[in-house]
């Protein structure tokens, strides 16, 4: 069973960039597609970006396409979102998950195990 930690959340203004990375444990974290999720106050969880297991797909929501990139080290058991160009609309409580021999898909009921989330705050 795979244990995830998100971090590198915080407060930034409009057209910055941050860096969220989510530390996973206890399980063979290369045969893990990873996803990023977010769920933003008074609105339901919404699919952000995913990565394939073998790291040979990625998966973006429209909304963030061309502005925020999802990668992988498998040696440092570690998925990373890099988010450039912020926008107000993009703060939300950040979650990392994980789906065994994923193909990082949007669907979040595929994700076995979630971490606790890290807060982005993006200020107008």
């Known amino acids: 069973q795979v244990q995830l930690v998100e971090s590198g959340g915080g407060l930034v203004q409009t057209g910055d960039s941050l860096r969220l990375s989510c530390a996973a444990s206890?399980?063979?974290?290369?045969?893990?597609?990873m996803g990023w999720f977010r769920r933003a106050p008074e609105k339901e969880r919404e699919f952000v970006a995913a990565i394939s297991w073998r790291a040979a797909t990625t998966n973006y929501a429209e909304s963030v396409k061309n502005r925020f990139t999802i990668s992988r080290d498998n040696a440092r058991n570690m998925v990373y979102l890099q988010m450039n160009g912020l926008k107000p609309e993009d703060t939300a409580v950040y979650y990392c998950?994980?789906?065994?021999?994923?193909?990082?898909?949007?669907?979040?009921?595929?994700?076995?195990?979630w971490g606790r989330g890290t807060q982005v705050t993006v200020s107008s």
């Open positions: 206890g399980g063979t974290f290369s045969i893990y597609a």
């Open positions: 998950a994980a789906d065994p021999y994923g193909s990082g898909r949007s669907a979040s009921y595929v994700y076995g195990y």
